[in-house]
């Protein structure tokens, strides 16, 4: 199985709404990423979970806000979006976090924010 | 930092025809890796193909390969027999062998394949 699967696939909302990003793994992973990508642009990334602890944060704003509760489980939690954050949502996750580390990514959620 | 260039914003080829996307990038470590990743139309991002800097030798997956030139830092993507499924979106990629998270990606390569 070499699939990450993330939730919803797509979501709408407001300016003051809370909701949430998932991701999950079932490979055994230890590192988990979350990336943002613009329409016909390279994901960005956001940040990176290695064994449950976060290790990157790119300079992300704080109304961007992840978790991982465990090895394969990721969440996204969003407050007071812009609508410059609308974008798709790429989950990504790898064994490790070497260098040679094949990342495999989910579907991606697409937010839109009015 | 080290930056990735893709200079095709867009290709076509020909249905079982070979076509060839560019990468350069730079760096001034000596070992690092290289990846190919492919993204269809709204469908997920799937690795194509990677090399590491310091075997000399050109990776191969079936119709895919590369050509890896490290002095000119240059890491192009060959595809032979091209099909309608490989029409996508292509990222080349740059992470160090050092440790650290840190995909560099280009702007990636738009594949039109003409039946």
């Known amino acids: 199985d070499t699939e990450v699967t993330q939730t919803p696939k797509h979501l709408v909302m407001g300016m003051t709404n809370k909701k949430s990003l998932k991701c999950e793994q079932h490979m055994g992973h230890r590192a988990m990423y979350w990336y943002k990508q613009k329409a016909k642009k390279p994901p960005e990334l956001m940040f990176v979970y290695s064994y449950e602890k976060l290790s990157i944060n790119e300079s992300v704003p704080s109304r961007f806000s992840p978790e991982c509760p465990n090895s394969s489980l990721l969440n996204l939690h969003l407050h007071a979006l812009q609508p410059e954050d609308s974008a798709l949502y790429l989950c990504a996750s790898s064994q490790g976090v070497g260098g040679w580390e094949t990342q495999y990514f989910g579907p991606g959620t697409r937010l839109l924010v009015l | 930092a080290q930056t990735v260039t893709q200079s095709q914003p867009e290709m076509s080829v020909q249905e079982a025809e070979t076509v060839t996307l560019s990468c350069t990038y730079d760096t001034s470590e000596s070992d690092y890796y290289l990846f190919w990743y492919k993204q269809p139309p709204s469908r997920q991002m799937i690795l194509v193909i990677r090399q590491e800097a310091y075997k000399q030798q050109n990776a191969t997956e079936n119709r895919f390969s590369v050509n890896f030139q490290k002095a000119a830092k240059s890491f192009s993507l060959k595809i032979s027999d091209s099909q309608l499924g490989d029409a996508a979106m292509y990222f080349c990629?740059?992470?160090?062998?050092?440790?650290?998270?840190?995909?560099?990606f280009g702007t990636g390569t738009s594949l039109t394949v003409i039946p």
């Open positions: 990629a740059y992470r160090s062998a050092a440790g650290g998270n840190q995909f560099y």
